[in-house]
C-alpha cells in the first residue's frame, strides 16, 4: 500500500476519505494547518521532502456559499491559487510523481452548453458571483496539466458537483446552499414552522453527490489511477431543483410553514449539470440516493445541535 497525503483533511472530504484510505490499508498523512500552512511556498516544501510521500491527494480549499463569495473573490482566488502552485511545485521538486487534484464543477464557462463536457473547459468566461473561486480551481487544473507536460508526473484532476454530507458547513452566512438551507429550515421549524423564503423563483437546477460516495470514488480511482483522464467530471446524474430540494427537505424534517419566494436574490446559473461520459467508462457509479443522503446529513445537523 502507498503513503497518502491528504490535504485539507479536517473539511467534509477529508473527514470521509482519510479513514476510507486507512481502512484500504494505506498510510494516511493529514496534516492540520498549524503543521502544514499549504499558502506558505517553504513550509509547504520542507513538509513535501520530510515525509516519504507516494501520492497525494488534494483536497483543500477556501470554499464559500454564493452569499459571501461575491465578497471575497480575490482572497478565495489567492488562497486557492497560492495552495495549488505551492504544492505542485513541491511534488515537482521533491519527486513526488501522483496527484489527484480535486478541483469543482464551477470551473465550467457560464454559457457552456449542458450537460457540462470537459471539452468545454477553458472556452468561456466563469459565472460572476463565484469567478474567484471558479478561476482558481481552473488555474490549479491547468497548472496540474502544464506539470504533466513538461515534468513527466501524472496529475489529474477530478470536477465533482456540488458536495454535501456530514461534516458540512452549515452556516447561515457561509455554507453552500444545501446545507445553510437545511439548517435554516429546521430552525424554522424549531420557531413554530416559520415561512421559510427561497431564493429565486426554485426552478434553478443543481446535481447533488453525497461526500462519502466522492471519497469512495477516490478510493477507486487511486486503484484504477492509470485509466482515468486528465481531467474528468463526477456526478451523481440526477438534477434536484431548488423548489424539489425544499420540498424533499420538509418531508424529512417534518417541516410545514409556507414556502416563499424572494425573486431579487441570487440563484447562479440556472442548471449546471455534468457529462459523466468518463465516470461511466471506469465503471463507477454512487451508492447512496438523494434522499437517504439528505436524511443522514440532517440528523448530523441534529446532533451537533444538542
Known amino acids: 500500500m502507498a503513503t497518502i497525503l491528504v490535504t485539507g483533511a479536517s473539511g467534509m472530504l477529508g473527514r470521509h476519505l482519510v479513514p476510507m484510505l486507512e481502512n484500504k490499508g494505506h498510510v494516511v498523512l493529514s496534516p492540520p494547518v498549524k503543521e502544514l500552512d499549504l499558502t506558505d511556498s517553504e513550509a509547504t516544501s520542507n513538509f513535501i521532502q520530510s515525509n516519504p510521500i507516494d501520492g497525494v491527494v488534494h483536497c483543500a480549499a477556501y470554499v464559500a456559499g454564493i452569499a459571501s463569495s461575491t465578497t471575497a473573490k480575490h482572497h478565495s482566488f489567492d488562497s486557492n491559487v497560492s495552495m ?141 489511477f492509470e485509466s482515468l483522464p486528465e481531467v474528468m467530471n463526477v456526478g451523481s446524474g440526477i438534477e434536484v431543483s431548488v423548489n424539489e430540494m425544499h420540498q424533499k427537505m420538509a418531508e424529512i424534517i417534518g417541516y410545514s410553514g409556507e414556502l416563499n419566494h424572494d425573486l431579487n436574490k441570487p440563484v447562479g446559473r440556472s442548471r449546471r449539470y455534468l457529462d459523466l461520459h468518463h465516470q461511466t467508462q471506469l465503471g463507477w457509479s454512487p451508492k447512496t440516493p438523494f434522499e437517504e443522503a439528505l436524511a443522514i446529513t440532517y440528523a448530523y445537523l441534529r446532533e451537533t445541535l444538542e
Open 84 to 224: 495549488g502552485m505551492n504544492l505542485i511545485r513541491a511534488c515537482i521538486q521533491h519527486n513526488v510523481p501522483t496527484m489527484l487534484n480535486v478541483g469543482s464543477a464551477t470551473v465550467y464557462p457560464s454559457e457552456a452548453p449542458q450537460p457540462l463536457s470537459e471539452s468545454s473547459l477553458g472556452q468561456g468566461a466563469f459565472e460572476g458571483p463565484i469567478e474567484g473561486y471558479a478561476l482558481s480551481k481552473y488555474v490549479v487544473y491547468r497548472a496540474c496539466a502544464m506539470a504533466n507536460e513538461q515534468h513527466n508526473v501524472a496529475f489529474k484532476t477530478i470536477l465533482p458537483c456540488n458536495l454535501f454530507g456530514p461534516y458540512d458547513n452549515f452556516s447561515l452566512e457561509t455554507g453552500h446552499m444545501l446545507p445553510a438551507i437545511l439548517h435554516r429550515m429546521h430552525q424554522a421549524k424549531e420557531q413554530g414552522n416559520a415561512p421559510i423564503t427561497i431564493w429565486g423563483d426554485g426552478t434553478a437546477k443543481r446535481e447533488f453527490l453525497y461526500a462519502p460516495d466522492l471519497a469512495d470514488f477516490i478510493c477507486f480511482s487511486l486503484e484504477n
